[in-house]
């Protein structure tokens, strides 16, 4: 077995970090829109549970929480990118 193993600048690997990261973003902006839906319709809508609407709305609280993390997360790697390209 050989060792073609890619190594890859501590850049590149940030960049892949990123990459992944607002991959995630993209699903858990998409999980947030379909929780939305879903605590209306407990909450105001055709289904009319308030104890459902609320563990619904906690779940929807967290996941934005996720989004906020990811987000600064984001842009802190992109800041360090730039930082690290700038000084090269």
Known sequence: MSDNTEHKSPTDHLRDVTSQLKEMRHYAQTNTETLSTHWLAFDQ???S????????NDLLTRQGGLLDELDSTI???EIEINRVENEA
């Not at 549970?49 to 619904?56: D, L, M, N, T, V």
């Open 45 to 47: 809508g055709e289904y």
């Open 49 to 56: 549970h308030k104890e459902y609407a609320e563990r619904i």
């Open 75 to 77: 842009q802190d790697i």
